[in-house]
């Protein structure tokens, strides 16, 4: 949780870092026009890809079975889509990047060893936080 929390504190102050630096490079029209159109790809991708997952798991539901890596896609989708909200080159390119099946494919393989992992080990715990 600590690392998290860093994470949130150093995070927008590297993003901000580059973003000034771009502009003293490219100009500052630039930057801002760079920041929105990759802003605007990764919402239609994550747009696009939702919609195609959804569609597959109604497909998969509709067979009888469970969606099981459909729903991790989705979940990997919805975190590249909290990525491209949040304003910043290296989100945006993280979040764009997880975006591409390819890579979201690897991505969800790698997620599930590591949770057959923790689930082998014992030592996954599923909490709900407390406010």
């Known amino acids: 949780m600590r690392w998290l929390l860093i994470f949130f504190i150093i995070m927008p102050i590297v993003e901000l870092y580059i973003l000034v630096y771009l502009s003293k490079?490219?100009?500052?029209?630039?930057?801002?026009?760079?920041?929105?159109?990759?802003?605007m790809l990764g919402f239609h991708l994550a747009r696009s890809q939702g919609f195609l997952l959804f569609k597959t798991a109604r497909r998969e539901f509709a067979l009888g079975r469970v969606p099981g890596n459909e729903v991790?896609?989705?979940?990997?989708?919805?975190?590249a889509g909290l990525l491209l909200i949040t304003p910043g080159l290296i989100t945006d390119t993280v979040g764009v990047t997880i975006l591409i099946p390819r890579v979201r494919t690897r991505l969800r393989n790698?997620?599930?060893?590591?949770?057959?992992?923790?689930?082998?080990?014992?030592?996954?715990?599923?909490?709900?936080?407390?406010?």
Do not use: E
């Open 25 to 39: 490079i490219i100009g500052f029209w630039y930057t801002l026009f760079s920041v929105i159109l990759i802003g």
């Open 72 to 79: 991790l896609d989705a979940l990997i989708v919805m975190t």
């Open 110 to 131: 790698i997620i599930k060893q590591w949770l057959l992992h923790q689930i082998k080990l014992g030592t996954w715990k599923f909490n709900i936080w407390r406010l």
